[in-house]
Nanobody, 114 residues
Framework: QVQLQESGPGLVKPSQTLSLTCTIS??????????WSWIRQPPGKGLEWMGS???????YYSPSLKSRSSISRDTSKNQITLQLRSVTPEDTAVYFC??????WGQGTQVTVSS
């Protein structure tokens, strides 16, 4: 029943901020899971955990991305959002939102290019 859907721009220019939204249906972002996460997969590479937001609202980030990342939530809309600042072509990837219990969205392709 729980489904996750990522949305956002497919193309972002270098130095800009990437904003992605994960909409959860069939569940609550505050009661169904301990935390929700953003994970990405660059082309030809493995999965990379970016960060998580917990039911308490606390956030944790990958050390390599914490200086550029922000995760927030909107409980009224049942959404979690990701902002990744100062993007470069190395940020080109498929971005997923996931839950602790193993639910994944379909992923959304983001290309960073001028």
């Amino acid at each position: 029943q729980v489904q996750l859907q990522e949305s956002g721009p497919g193309l972002v220019k270098p130095s800009q901020t990437l904003s992605l939204t994960c909409t959860i249906s069939g569940g609550s972002i505050t009661t169904n899971e301990v935390y929700w996460s953003w994970i990405r997969q660059p082309p030809g590479k493995g999965l990379e955990w970016m960060g998580s937001i917990y039911s308490s609202g606390n956030t944790y980030y990958s050390p390599s991305l914490k200086s550029r990342s922000s995760i927030s939530r909107d409980t009224s809309k049942n959404q979690i959002t990701l902002q990744l600042r100062s993007v470069t072509p190395e940020d080109t990837a498929v971005y997923f939102c996931t839950s602790l219990s193993g639910n994944w969205g379909q992923g959304t392709q983001v290309t960073v290019s001028s």
